[in-house]
């Protein structure tokens, strides 16, 4: 299944926002829910997931990255930095409690290091959200398919 540049940047918009995101797989439509608190309204969302939980095979469910995940980026975005003062302060930030917070408040006011991290992560989202898309190609019901056997 091949998705459009746009479908992709939905689905890392949604990733980043901390939203479950999935795909129809018939329809290709993206299908974003928020995590809810007493103060939403959740009748609309819990019949989305209703409908995802009933069909589980009609959906895929995208995946934020996990800490490592967004640890190693942060880190691979310092050793892109040419102001060694700003890179200092970032790799310490990294090794106190905290770790992205104080990556955010470092960067917070250095606009420029902030739009450059800004899109540096979001490239590596759309790599991560392609990687996703290309193991669910490999598979079919769930197991890997292997192309060589055919």
Known sequence: MELSNEQINEIVEGLESGIQTF???????????????????????????REIEENPDKFLQFHKMNADQGFRILEEFIETIDDENLKS????????QDPFE?????LENDNTY??????FKHAH???????????????????????SQN
């Open 23 to 49: 795909l129809n797989i018939e329809s290709k439509e993206i299908i974003t829910i928020l995590e809810w608190d007493e103060f939403t309204d959740t009748e609309f969302w819990e019949a989305m997931m």
């Open 114 to 119: 902030k739009q450059k991290w800004i899109e």
């Open 89 to 96: 302060k970032l790799e310490t930030g990294l090794h106190l």
């Open 102 to 106: 104080n990556f955010k408040i470092i």
């Open 125 to 147: 989202y759309i790599a991560f959200v392609k990687k996703q898309l290309a193991v669910y190609n490999k598979t079919i019901d769930g197991k890997f398919y292997d192309s």
